[in-house]
């Protein structure tokens, strides 16, 4: 049922540990001969704690898969990925060790773009990959977010797909600096980010303009990836 509602639809929702390799591969074919660009992917939190313990193998193999369509002209163990998030180590936190895990699964070509951190210089130096501290929300432009709008066409060379770890603000700068760029981007959602995009309409339409234009949405739970499909139409 759930490789079935993917083919009708840009919903995709899965349990990792339960998503074989050989229905992934069926599944990742099936959607390159739709044409699909658009995913929404469910981690299992029954196999995980909440975004702490995790895994990131099955989940990355699936990434590369469900990433494909249009990117696949470039071989996904080739691609340069740019993170970009205000929630990551030192910050302690469920999401801050979520993307600390898949930062260490894609090391070898994973650069991160974080808020300063008081305690940066007792992780970033033992990390393992590269990790850029800039205050990613402006004190004086307006939308405070157009500051990563600046960094990522200055340096859009650089990467092939961006990771957002929250819709707003951050993912309205990678929608925006899609429009100039062309770079995709890949969101990666969890219930408060969503509650705060669903506080007010202008926000909401905001959310639903990044959420549509990326090319993969992870939820982290099968509830919340119901949600995005009821209230985002994804």
């Given at each position: 049922?759930v490789l079935?509602?993917?083919?009708?639809s840009?919903?995709?929702?899965?349990?990792?540990?339960?998503?074989?390799?050989?229905?992934?591969?069926?599944?990742?074919?099936?959607?390159?001969?739709?044409?699909?660009?658009?995913?929404?992917?469910?981690?299992?939190?029954?196999h995980?704690?909440?975004?702490?313990?995790?895994s990131?193998?099955?989940?990355a193999?699936?990434?590369?898969?469900?990433?494909?369509?249009?990117?696949?002209?470039?071989?996904?163990?080739?691609?340069?990925?740019?993170?970009?998030t205000?929630?990551?180590?030192p910050?302690?936190?469920?999401?801050?060790?979520y993307?600390?895990?898949l930062?260490?699964?894609?090391?070898s070509?994973?650069e991160?773009l974080?808020?300063?951190h008081?305690?940066?210089s007792?992780?970033?130096?033992?990390?393992?990959?590269?990790?850029?501290r800039?205050?990613?929300?402006s004190?004086?432009?307006?939308?405070?977010?157009?500051?990563?709008?600046?960094?990522?066409?200055?340096y859009?060379?650089?990467?092939?797909?961006?990771?957002i770890?929250?819709?707003?603000p951050?993912?309205s700068?990678?929608?925006?600096?899609?429009?100039?760029?062309?770079?995709?981007?890949?969101?990666?959602?969890?219930?408060m980010d969503?509650?705060?995009?669903?506080s007010?309409?202008?926000?909401?339409?905001?959310?639903?303009k990044?959420?549509?234009?990326?090319?993969l949405?992870?939820?982290n739970?099968?509830a919340?990836?119901?949600?995005?499909?009821?209230?985002?139409?994804?």
């Open positions: 049922p079935h509602s993917f083919c009708h840009k919903l995709f929702i899965s349990s990792a540990p339960a998503l074989h390799r050989s229905n992934l591969s069926r599944w990742a074919r099936d959607a390159r001969n739709r044409n699909r660009s658009q995913t929404v992917h469910w981690l299992d939190s029954r995980s704690s909440w975004w702490g313990g995790l990131w193998r099955p989940l193999d699936q990434v590369r898969e469900a990433v494909g369509s249009t990117l696949f002209q470039t071989r996904m163990s080739e691609k340069k990925l740019l993170l970009i205000p929630d990551f180590p910050n302690e936190g469920g999401v801050a060790r993307l600390r895990a930062a260490e699964h894609f090391k070509r994973i991160v974080a808020d300063p008081p305690a940066w007792t992780f970033d130096p033992l990390a393992g990959y590269p990790i850029y800039v205050q990613l929300l004190r004086l432009l307006w939308p405070r977010w157009f500051k990563i709008v600046k960094y990522l066409w200055k859009h060379q650089r990467y092939d797909v961006i990771l770890s929250h819709v707003l951050i993912g700068a990678a929608w925006l600096g899609k429009k100039f760029t062309g770079v995709p981007y890949v969101v990666f959602t969890h219930g969503i509650r705060l995009a669903m007010s309409g202008r926000k909401r339409r905001l959310a639903t990044v959420l549509k234009g990326a090319q949405v992870v939820a739970s099968q919340l990836a119901r949600e995005l499909a009821r209230d985002f139409d994804i």
